[in-house]
C-alpha cells in the first residue's frame, strides 16, 4: 500500500527497511558504551583454610624468632670481645705482678687477688658462651617442635612412640616425667662415665622467658646422641619412659650443635 500526501508518495516497506539499517548500525557503539560504562566485576578473595593459616603463623614466628636470635647474638658478640679482652688484660696484669712477687716488691695477697680477678674474668667469658649456646638450643629447638605432629597415648602402645628422623630422634616416653628427677638422670650418668651430667640449661631461663618458651620442666644435656655417652644416655631415658628430643646435627636456621633435650619439647606461651 502506497500513502499520498500532499507534497510526495512514501513506501511504507523502504521505511522499515531504513530502520532496522540504522538499528544495526547503533549496536554496536551501544555495547561498547554500555561496556566501559558497566563497572569491573568484584574480585572474590578465598579466604585461607584454618591450617593455611596455621602454617602462615608458625612460618612468621620461626622467622621472627631466627632474626631476634641473630640479633641476641650479635650484641653477645660484642660483649664477649670485651670480655675476652678484659680476661687477657687481668692474665697479662697478674703475670707482671707475679715477677715483682717474686723481687720482693708486692706480698703474697696481692698476687692471689689478682689471680682471683683472672678466675672472674673468664668465668665471664663462659658465662657469655653459655648464653649463646643457649640462644642456638632454644632456636633448634623451636624448629624441631613445629616440625614434630603431636603423639597421642590412645596411638602408640605403653612403651611410647620412637621416630628417627636425619637431624633429630624423638621419643615420646609415657613415664611420669618431672625435672625433681633429674637427680636420677645425673646418677646415672656420673656412675656410668664417672664424671658429672653436661647439663647446659636445666628448667626455665632468662631467654626462654624473653622468647615465651616454656621449658620450666626440661633440661638439656651437651653430649653427641650418636657418641657412647649419648648411646648410653638415650637407652637409659627410653627404659625409664622419660621423654627426649636428641639432635644429631645442627638444625637448619640454628648452629645449634648435637645435643639431648630431656622433657617434653618447649612449647611457645606467647
Known sequence: MTIINNRKTVNPTKLIIAALLLSLAATPALVQAQRRKAPPAAKVKSQPTQAEAARVARTKARTDLAKATAEYKSSLTRLLELREANAKKAAAQTEKLRELYKEGIISKQEIEK????????????????????????????????????????AKFPSAGSYVRKTAYIRFNGLGNWSLSNAGQVSS??????????????????????RWGFNHHNA???????????????????QSAGIPFIAFRQAVPGSASGPHIHIGRPSSRTR
Open 114 to 153: 689478682s689471680e682471683g680477678e683472672i678466675v672472674e674474668a673468664r668465668a665471664a667469658v663462659e658465662e657469655v658462651r653459655a648464653k649463646m649456646g643457649a640462644a642456638d638450643t632454644l632456636l633448634a629447638e623451636a624448629m624441631i617442635e613445629d616440625e614434630i605432629q603431636p603423639i597421642t597415648i
Open 188 to 209: 646415672f650418668f656420673a656412675s656410668k662415665f664417672g664424671r658429672v651430667l653436661p647439663v647446659s640449661a636445666f628448667g626455665q631461663s632468662e631467654l626462654h622467658n
Open 219 to 237: 633440661m638439656d644435656v651437651a653430649v653427641h646422641p650418636d657418641g657412647r655417652e649419648g648411646q648410653a644416655l638415650i637407652a637409659y631415658l
